[in-house]
């Protein structure tokens, strides 16, 4: 089976990027970030405060059932518990409470495991923080995908206004500096690009362009490794 990495930090693009080209070859599309996501949802719901209390938080996590489908159209569709919450997942809130989820070791090698499991079954584009370096170190392709903090925070801006939700731009930009803070220094697998992964900087490129250049990079290495 293929597989595909695409890391970075939030607001890069990876899931829309990875979203399109994963149509464009037939692959399946994961979102591990929604995983993460799902178990913080979770936590927030039974109460629990994942920066201050992480060992109630693992517990909890160990308990859950986090599974991913796809809808008729093939958009990733997450669920808790049976319970699909795929709408819930990408408040400030969440956000916040998945990147502190996502510090706690136990609640890593749960995810990890259903991440490689789904690695298994078909080709796949997986995208998240730690594909090229922990999940899939084997992978085919690695692509660390990023761009500046204010670029990132402009788009994700741009999206959560686009859902209606009522949040300016200083608190995008202050929650995503929080989080790639969070994200690239924890101790157990953090974001760092893949020593053999290739940089793609998206600052000043358009979408339609990124996809174009994600399908040449996959396409050249695929080549390359069929040699
Ligand atoms: O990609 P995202 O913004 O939806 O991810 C939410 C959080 O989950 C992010 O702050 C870090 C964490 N995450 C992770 O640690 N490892 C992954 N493979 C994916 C996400």
Redesign the pocket.
């Known amino acids: 089976m293929i597989k595909v990495a695409i890391d970075g930090p939030?607001g890069a693009g990876?899931?829309t990027v990875s979203k399109a080209v994963a149509k464009e070859l037939g692959y399946i599309y994961v979102?591990?970030?929604?995983?993460?996501?799902a178990a913080a949802l979770g936590c927030i719901c039974g109460e629990i405060d994942i920066s201050t209390n992480p060992d109630a938080a693992a517990e909890m996590v160990s308990y859950m059932n986090i599974d991913i489908k796809y809808g008729e159209d093939g958009t990733q569709l997450i669920y808790l518990d049976k319970e699909n919450v795929t709408d819930f997942i990408r408040t400030p809130e969440v956000?916040i409470g998945?990147?502190d989820i996502?510090k706690i070791p136990a609640v890593?090698l749960k995810l990890v495991d259903i991440q490689r499991k789904l690695g298994e079954k078909s080709n796949v584009i997986m995208?998240?923080?730690?594909?090229g370096t922990y999940?899939f170190p084997d992978a085919d392709v690695k692509i660390f995908l990023t761009a500046s903090p204010e670029e990132r925070a402009r788009r994700r801006h741009k999206e959560l206004l686009e859902k209606g939700q009522n949040v300016t731009f200083e608190e995008v930009l202050e929650d995503m500096r929080y989080?790639d803070k969070?994200?690239s220094t924890r101790a157990f697998?953090p974001?760092v690009p893949a020593e053999d992964s290739i940089m793609l900087e998206t600052d000043g490129i358009c979408f339609e362009d990124t996809v174009k250049k994600v399908l040449e990079i996959i396409n050249e290495r695929l080549e390359k490794n069929a040699l």
């Not at 979102?31 to 996501?37: E, H, L, S």
């Not at 995208?127 to 594909?131: A, C, L, M, P």
């Open positions: 939030s990876k899931s979102d591990t970030g929604a995983m993460y996501r956000s998945a990147s996502s890593r995208d998240g923080r730690d594909i999940v989080r969070n994200d697998a974001l």
